[in-house]
Nanobody, 121 residues
Framework: QVQLVESGGGLVQTGGSLRLSCTAS????????MGWYRQAPGKQRELVAD???????NYADSARGRFTISRDNAKNTVYLQMNGLKPEDTAVYYC???????????????WGQGTQVTVSS
């Protein structure tokens, strides 16, 4: 079972920055896309940003211009640089990956355990 290990969450003041990281725990045949979702209390999980194997990115309107997603294919790692944080960015952030563990494996959807981001006003 592939695990996605996240790090980088925490408490920050309005206007501050955080960088989230997510790494697949073992060797992977291929990763189609990686991304970040978030879920605030009482709300549905929503896409923040994702990036495909070719480096094409996609952002939620709320993240565009403030957040930057990137990936290091050699390290099976995705990053989310978050600048200009606002209290409404407070949520649990989840890493997501569509990947094939082995050449013969189907593409599976994996989730990280989540990391808390809290932005104080």
């Amino acid at each position: 079972q592939v695990q996605l290990v996240e790090s980088g969450g925490g408490l920050v003041q309005t206007g501050g920055s955080l960088r989230l990281s997510c790494t697949a725990s073992e060797s992977i045949f291929s990763i189609n896309s990686m991304g970040w979702y978030r879920q605030a209390p009482g709300k549905q999980r929503e896409l923040v940003a994702d990036i495909d194997s070719g480096g094409t990115t996609n952002y939620a309107d709320s993240a565009r211009g403030r957040f930057t997603i990137s990936r290091d294919n050699a390290k099976n790692t995705v990053y989310l640089q978050m600048n200009g944080l606002k209290p409404e960015d407070t949520a649990v952030y989840y890493c997501n990956a569509l990947l094939k563990k082995y050449k013969i494996s189907p593409i599976w959807n994996y989730w990280g355990q989540g990391t808390q981001v809290t932005v104080s006003s």
